[in-house]
């Protein structure tokens, strides 16, 4: 270096000053006027700056994209859980609501069903049933508080299901007329042959005392009898589903398959005899 | 032929900066990083180099940037004359002082610029003063220490390639 730092950068300062102060006193002077070496800059950047910015543009699209596909992936997953849980709630509600049609068709059959003379029905719900095979039975959800007593039939549409053997004030117990320990006085529809339906813990029961000589035919229909105490005659008791000879010589066995279908009851109807009703 | 490489140097940093503001933080605050090298070349670099630089950024600043031609590069040579006079002060490599340097700086060359556009335009724009440079001042100075750590080591692999 010719000359020490100190005027060095004197020097330095002083023409840097002196050419800056001049560039820009020109250039407020002659605004409109672009200098050679701004346009020669401007050109020579220019591929450069374009490729610089378009780098940058898509650096940055990249990025919003990857934030907006966070932000899409946390939302998609939010949907999905909203989306199974609506899903579950629509099932349960489908299923609810088909529940409610079954259960609305099961009760405008047993209001619709002949109540007979002299009664009148109480709709109660199956809440258990019994575990087979040692007893035949199920428990309703209503009892003594409405009215419900010991020895009062229950029925479907279809027929006899049993009657009340045990109740406490909100549930009562019926006993089935398939239990071992059920009787029931039943005549045949159509021979109108008289004997007594006893359940055998099995899916039929047995109607007993026929005679031998007497016809009676798989099929054919049995009822309640006038002759019993407990139930007003007529009830469907079963169809006759098997005819056998072996067991006594006086009587045959027939067995006899319920009407009601034992094994899916849900709702049923306690017939309470009316007040001033002679038993 | 390191004129050169301080040329592109001086140019890339400004087309980055120019790209980034663009693109980044358009509209909310500007970061002129250029004139954090402005202030490093004026304490840290020589006379001659430095000097190069920092015309050399104010002039791609003015051309680039589109503003009032000739201006930055004015405004750059005198803070770099000023960071230059005052690089034999001891505490130059204290980060307290280079924080506060930086900060001053800006916010007088943000003065500068006011003032300008005041005499020119006549138009009352000091608010911007606290809008724009205040904040843009705070920044830099927060940042410059790191920033000086990034141009030292630049620096030096550039000289390193220039010896190779």
């Avoid at chain 1, 003594?144 to 027929?159: N, Y």
């Avoid at chain 1, 021979?191 to 039929?204: C, K, M, P, V, Y």
């Avoid at chain 1, 709702?267 to 038993?279: D, P, S, T």
């Amino acid at each position: 270096m010719l000359l020490p730092p100190p005027k060095l950068r004197l020097a330095v300062v002083a023409i840097l000053i002196t050419l800056s102060l001049g560039v820009f006193l020109y250039r407020v002077f002659r605004p409109l006027e672009t200098g050679i070496f701004t346009k020669v800059t401007r050109e020579a950047v220019l591929p450069v700056q374009y490729l610089l910015r378009s780098s940058l543009v898509s650096l940055v699209n990249t990025w919003e994209r990857y934030i907006f596909l966070i932000g899409r992936e946390e939302a998609n997953q939010r949907l999905t859980k909203e989306n199974a849980l609506l899903r579950e709630q629509l099932v349960r509600l489908m299923v609810q609501n088909r529940e409610y049609q079954l259960e609305a068709q099961r009760l405008h059959r047993l209001l619709a069903m002949n109540i007979p003379p002299e009664h009148r029905g109480i709709i109660v719900r199956v809440i258990s049933r019994g575990p087979p095979p040692f007893s035949r039975h199920i428990f309703i959800d209503q009892g003594s508080e409405r009215g419900v007593k010991a020895g009062m039939p229950v029925v479907t549409e279809a027929g006899l299901v049993g009657r009340i053997t045990e109740t406490s004030p909100n549930l009562s117990k019926v006993l089935l007329i398939t239990d071992r320990l059920s009787r029931v006085d039943a005549v045949t529809q159509e021979g109108r042959l008289f004997g007594i339906l006893q359940g055998t813990g099995s899916a039929d029961c047995l109607l007993k005392y026929i005679p031998r000589d007497q016809e009676v035919k798989e099929g054919d229909l049995v009822l309640t009898s006038n002759l019993s105490g407990f139930f007003p005659a007529g009830l469907a008791l079963g169809r006759v589903s098997r005819v056998g000879t072996s067991v006594s010589d006086m009587f045959k066995e027939i067995y006899v398959r319920p009407e009601v279908d034992l094994g899916r009851l849900e709702e049923v109807m306690v017939l309470v005899q009316a007040k001033g009703a002679k038993k | 032929m390191k004129y050169i490489f301080i040329a592109i140097y001086a140019l890339v940093l400004i087309l980055l900066q120019l790209s980034f503001w663009e693109l980044i933080t358009s509209e909310i605050i500007y970061l002129e990083f250029s004139l954090l090298l402005v202030i490093y070349a004026g304490l840290r670099m020589t006379a001659v180099q430095g000097g190069v630089l920092s015309y050399l950024l104010g002039f791609f600043f003015d051309s680039l940037a589109g503003g009032v031609p000739g201006l930055h590069g004015l405004l750059y040579v005198l803070i770099f004359s000023l960071s230059l006079f005052i690089s034999r002060a001891t505490a130059i490599n204290s980060s307290t002082f280079v924080t506060l340097y930086v900060f001053f700086c800006v916010l007088g060359k943000g003065f500068l610029v006011v003032a300008y556009s005041n005499l020119v335009n006549e138009e009352a724009i000091w608010k911007d003063i606290w809008l724009i440079f205040l904040p843009q001042a705070a920044i830099l100075a927060l940042v410059s220490t790191y920033f000086f750590r990034l141009f030292t080591l630049f620096e030096g692999i550039l000289s390193r390639e220039r010896q190779g």
